[in-house]
């Protein structure tokens, strides 16, 4: 049957496969809630299927479960889900996933690949369901639930799966070496080159997008012939445990042990990522979430092929702009985006205290600060509309740090509350803004996750530009933006960013904002600078989750 999954799924891996080299437009999954794409029912379901889970024991039929766990909230409904999950004995699991390796890896990349593209067949459809599992955890609102935690994440994994196979298959499986003797007769030798797995994954998931930031690093590791171990973050369990059944229902499909996939789930407290990554048999671990866990895992876990995404500085420099107000209006809804809780949402904008030239007219430095304020103000201002784009504070210590930040300099625009329509309970804040000057540095770098940015002024241009650029280098960044009218500020700009190791945004002032991306297009992060020290996704993110293995004899 797998070799069958890879022919059923074969033209969308050759599409991934063009995609990945030219860098064009594709999803292969439709990122738009549509009954007459997932089913006229689809939405209905979905959100019967996430009901369904609350107050329940969420059955994965898995070894070693001693008891369960699960302490999730929901930021929209205020309340706990009261959602159990099995309780792994690591001693039990881990051995169980080792013994079902083996008949994993003899099945080949072919086999492999099409188990995981029937697995992200599956997952797109159940998007409905996942958008609701995935809002209720995360906080994001259901448009971004949808697409962030369905298909965009979906066409991730997709394209871990298609670097990972071109990875595999760039070399021979065997062939024939000969070398010339002259008079003699010709040295021949028969090579198989094996494709090995490094030992079990670790997929350590973010409270903020498990799936998206989860699903390239399990995938590029299951394709590649390990096991994989999910441990969810204790706020955000169920979209991976969804994931981990799906994946499981799959494999035991397709003949293969499902304890290929299993889930490690931990009430908060309880430390679990630490002890699994020091596991002798964890290989390979992906990390998201803070600076301090992730330096902790790279600099502890040395047994084991270590990607990380952490903390960062995102900034935008403002130099110039043809419409201002176009520039305002898009970051205005950066700003606003799942209210900031994004890894590459901005953070620092940097203005020279002169003021730009914006059109034909010349605007002061207060002036820019106010119309970026006025701008989220503004955007935010129908209540119904605004917890559609700021959905609700994850947790309660981003709350916190937003009422913290109106203390560390002049507001320009205070946090609000706002009441969700639908949800009471639901904790969600609009942005609060600060003005600073440059020299504030201990306030602006450093990393202030959550609705929170500041607006800093500098000498001119060139300051900005090394304010910018030194955030990166010392904090890390995953996103830079800048607006310039003048070719030589844009030509300076993108030589600091690249020296700089982060990728740049440049006059954004339509539909496309600085903390999107796009996969097979778009690389997320660099691994250039201390946000993060791999990319999503290229070829360096799969290449060594296997080992080619030569085996050479003797032939006539």
Sequence with gaps: MSENLFERHRATLDKALQVIHDRSYWSAYPEMPSGKIYGETANDDGKAAFEGYLNHSFAIDQPGSIGEVGQEESPFLGEPLGIRYPKADIDILIPAMQAAMPAWVKAGPDARAGACLEILHRLNKRSYEMAYTVMQTTGQAFMMAFQAGGPHAQDRGLEAVAYAYREMTATAPSGLWEKP???????????????????????????????????????????????????????????????????????????????????????????????????????????????????????????????????????????????????????????????????????????????????????????????????????????????????????????????????????????????????????????????LDAKDEKVYMHEHFGPIAFIIATDDTEHSIALAAKATREQGALTCSVYSSDEAVLTRMEEAAAEAGVALSVNLTGGVFVNQSAAFSDFHATGANPAANATLTDSAFVASRFRVIQSRRHTD
Aim: charged share 20%.
């Design 181 to 435: 003797q002259g008079k003699n007769p010709p040295l021949k030798m028969l090579k198989k080159f094996n494709i090995m797995p490094r030992g079990i994954g670790l997929v350590i998931g973010c409270c903020t997008f498990p799936t998206w930031n989860g699903y390239p690093g399990l995938f590029a590791s299951l394709v590649t012939g390990n096991a994989v171990l999910v441990k969810p973050h204790p706020g955000a369990i169920l979209p991976l445990a969804l994931t981990v059944r799906i994946c499981r229902e799959v494999l035991a499909e397709a003949g293969f042990d499902p304890n290929l996939v299993a889930l490690a789930a931990n009430d908060p407290g309880q430390h679990l990522a630490s002890v699994l990554a020091m596991r002798p048999e964890v290989k390979i671990i992906d990390f998201t979430g803070s600076t301090a866990n992730g330096d902790w895992l790279e600099n502890n876990a040395r047994h084991a092929q270590v990607y990380t995404e952490k903390a960062g500085v995102n900034t935008i420099v403002i130099d110039s702009a043809d419409d201002f107000k176009a520039a305002a209006r898009n970051i205005a809804f950066s700003l606003s985006l799942y209210s900031g809780q994004m890894c590459t949402a901005p953070q620092d904008i940097f203005v020279p205290r002169g003021g730009i030239q914006a059109g034909d007219q010349h605007l002061s430095f207060d002036e820019v600060a106010t119309a970026i304020a006025t701008g989220v103000s503004k955007f935010l201002s129908d209540p119904a509309r605004a917890v559609e784009v700021l959905g609700a504070i994850q947790n309660e210590s981003v709350q916190r740090r937003v009422e913290a930040a109106h203390d560390l300099g002049e507001v320009l625009l205070a946090s609000q509350a706002i009441t969700h329509p639908q949800f009471p309970k639901a904790r969600v804040r609009t942005p609060v803004i600060v003005k």
